[in-house]
């Protein structure tokens, strides 16, 4: 089946310093991503969508200088949390979808778990 | 926009018994309706769906339902096991190429 590669799965990081997730679409085309955060207990929320070779649309409350997504390949996209400070804190996940196989759904990545010291 | 309510919260269930998770919808555009079981420190697994043409999908021991009239869909467990511990969520679409909108999530744990 479709599968999404996601790394890192942890990262620790000084407050300041930028970090880069990457998802990469192994046996599909990746046409749109989707990246979500999800605190501790909570659920999955959407921070922006982006499709191959366009800018990202970002949810409202979600800083687009902040979290500066990348999705330049059918088979690759990244999230850079720029400046990250402790309430960047967070496990990100994304999740892709290739247009041209709908009946494939959405396939997520494992998770990235980000800690801002 | 889309917004989903999933109850319970918590669910605590012996093995054997069955498990019933509810949610319901605000966006009767809504057609596709996914249902995704997370285990700690992992990406969600989806784990059944139902498009809005279908009432009701089946797949071994699990089920879900659909009520298009009064927008909401269940997920239903059938001799649940300890490894159907996990967090399990629905979540909503206008369509395969839409972004989802996820419900809060219902902890399910199976007791021997």
């Known amino acids: 089946g479709a599968v999404v590669s996601q790394h890192p799965s942890r990262v620790i990081c000084k407050s300041g310093t930028s970090v880069k997730i990457e998802c990469r679409s192994l046996d599909f085309q990746a046409t749109t991503m989707f990246w979500y955060r999800q605190f501790p207990k909570q659920s999955l929320m959407l921070m922006a969508t982006?499709?191959?070779?366009?800018?990202?649309?970002?949810e409202q409350g979600v800083e687009k200088d902040k979290f500066l997504i990348n999705h330049a390949s059918l088979t690759l996209s990244t999230l850079t949390v720029t400046s990250a400070h402790p309430e960047d804190s967070s496990f990100y996940i994304c999740?892709?979808?290739?247009?041209?196989?709908?009946?494939?759904?959405?396939?997520f990545g494992s998770g990235t778990r980000l800690t801002v010291v | 926009g889309e917004n989903v309510e999933q109850h319970p919260s918590t669910l605590s269930v012996q093995e054997g018994d069955s498990a019933v998770i509810k949610c319901t919808y605000s966006?009767?555009?809504?057609?596709?309706f996914p249902w995704y079981k997370q285990e700690l420190g992992k990406g969600p697994q989806l784990i059944i769906d139902i498009r809005s043409n279908v009432g009701e999908k089946k797949d071994q021991r699990i089920a879900v339902t659909l009520n298009k009239t009064a927008k909401h869909f269940s997920l239903h467990i059938t001799e649940t096991q300890p490894e159907d511990s996990a967090v399990y969520f629905c979540a909503a679409s206008t369509g395969t190429a839409s972004k989802l909108t996820f419900g809060t999530g219902t902890r399910l744990q199976v007791t021997l």
């Open positions: 966006d009767s555009a809504s057609n596709y």
């Open positions: 982006s499709n191959e070779g366009s800018k990202a649309t970002y």
């Open positions: 999740s892709a979808i290739d247009a041209q196989k709908p009946n494939y759904g959405y396939t």
